[in-house]
């Protein structure tokens, strides 16, 4: 646990003007233009950041396209490009509390979970990756004996990876890591909220042995830096995570330009289906409460859709709400809290929008609802439950990113499996219930990339995370990560 000592002299401290990473140096913007980076913290300014432009997204975009064509990484042996990566994330944990301190004053996560989540997993995800790189092969083609088919892996070029706020490092890593492994040469887009310790591991992978011009950093808005990425001729992958409107606009740039293959992580409206005969319901409560609410609800894979079994609905509601209520929401940067900040005002506004929307309709506002800590000029919301809630609401359907949880009562397994399946998404899940075959059922009947048994969230860098529906397409983590940044070549040789 850190200090609060330590933590108050790190978060006092000055944040220069961050600038972009483009062939290893620091850049201003090729017009000279920055933007405000407003903490959510209190509202004011942290600092400045680069406002990029379409040239400066062309200029990394060349940077990398060298880098690759040049061989300077993509050339080394795997167990070269390893040692680096490793490197990398040593610094990175040694560096974890500096980053983690930044990252909570640009996007106003708990530092309880903050340091854990974010470098702390960036660290291990590109470890698990680098590690994994000298032990992929390729393969012999079982073909008639006059013949030899060897098919290469072989690395797909430049990528292009656009990144959310919600967890920067975290997923970050996830694209990052495989990636480099991999041999590609990438142009990063931080979300315009969540862009400075992406930064700042950027710096470290230099520091690293990571050669200029492989991994170049860009930093400003999507509909701009982002979209300069998705229209470019010379960009061979697009990986992204973030809402289904941009992703939509992703694929349309793709198929405008180059067929680059565009790879999603999009979002998600999670069942999580409570039975009666759960093992623990004290138990399902509270990791169903802080499985919404950590990091104020601002988690692809939340589960804000709680569907309970009829018979204990009322008494679950009530345990949920002693939960909500226990949660310490405030000051991101004290150990003790619980749950930090929203991202931003326009966020804390959508987030009251549904709330409001769903109290007109005469749903139930259990707990919260309202913006707290106004006097602190930072973006704070009370962990909010909505009961009554009809399958077809707005809070039921679209994905809010906030601390609100809809809950909704069932009666049969065949209807939690009907509404639990009633949604445009199909990211996550998750199902309480000591009955082992009806745990296999619901796994096998909700469309979901990963469901959750008699838990939620937690699942680690061995498995893979990947939406169905409009959930995405491909998946994050696990070895299967590589598959998006290979490419297979076949060589057919006549003996
Ligand atoms: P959210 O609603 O979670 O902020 P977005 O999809 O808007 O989700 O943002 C995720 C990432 O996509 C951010 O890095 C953002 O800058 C980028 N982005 C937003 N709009 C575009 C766009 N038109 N083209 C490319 N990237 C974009």
Known sequence: ????????????????????????????????????????????VLTTMARGTPNDA??????????????RWAGLAPA??????????????????????????????????????????????????????????????????????????????VVGAIVPWNFPLMIGAWKLGPALA?????????????????LRIAELALEAGLPPGVLNVVTGEGAVVGAAIAESMDVDVLVFTGSGGTGRRLLEASARSNFKRVYLELGGKSPNVVFSDAPDLDE???????????????????????????????????????????????????????????????QLAQNLRFVAEARAAGRQIVTGGERILQETGGFFMA?????????GDAVAQHEVFGPVLAVIPFDTEEEAVRIANDTEFGLAAAVWTADLSRAHRMVRAIRAGVVHVNTYGGADVTVPLGGVKQSGNGHDKSLHAFDKFFDLKTAWIKL
């Open 1 to 44: 646990m850190l200090s609060k000592a330590q933590l108050q002299d790190l978060s006092g401290a000055p944040v220069p003007p961050a600038l972009h990473l483009i062939d290893g140096e620091a850049r201003a913007a090729s017009d000279g233009t920055a933007m405000d980076v407003i903490s959510p913290l209190d509202g004011a």
């Open 58 to 71: 062309k200029a990394a975009i060349s940077a990398a396209r060298r880098a690759f064509d040049d061989g």
């Open 80 to 157: 070269a490009r390893k040692k680096v990566l490793l490197k990398w994330a040593d610094l990175i944990e040694a560096n974890a509390v500096e980053l983690a301190v930044l990252g909570v004053r640009n996007n106003g996560t708990e530092i309880s979970m903050a340091l854990k989540a974010e470098p702390m997993s960036a660290a291990g995800t590109i470890r698990y990756f680098a590690e994994a790189i000298d032990k992929v092969y390729g393969e012999i083609a079982p073909t008639a004996p006059g013949t030899l088919g060897l098919i290469h892996k072989e690395p797909v070029g």
């Open 182 to 198: 991999a041999g590609c040469s990438v142009v990063l887009k931080p979300a315009e909220t969540a862009s400075l310790t992406l």
């Open 284 to 346: 399902a409560a509270k990791v169903s409460a802080h499985g919404t609410f950590r990091n104020s609800g601002q988690v692809c894979v939340a589960g804000s859709r709680l569907l309970v079994e009829r018979s204990i609905h009322d008494a679950f509601v009530e345990k949920l709400k002693v939960h909500a209520e226990a949660m310490k929401v405030g000051d991101p940067l004290d150990p003790e809290t619980s749950a930090g900040a929203i991202n931003s005002e326009r």
């Open 383 to 391: 962990p909010t439950i909505v009961a009554g809630v009809q399958p």
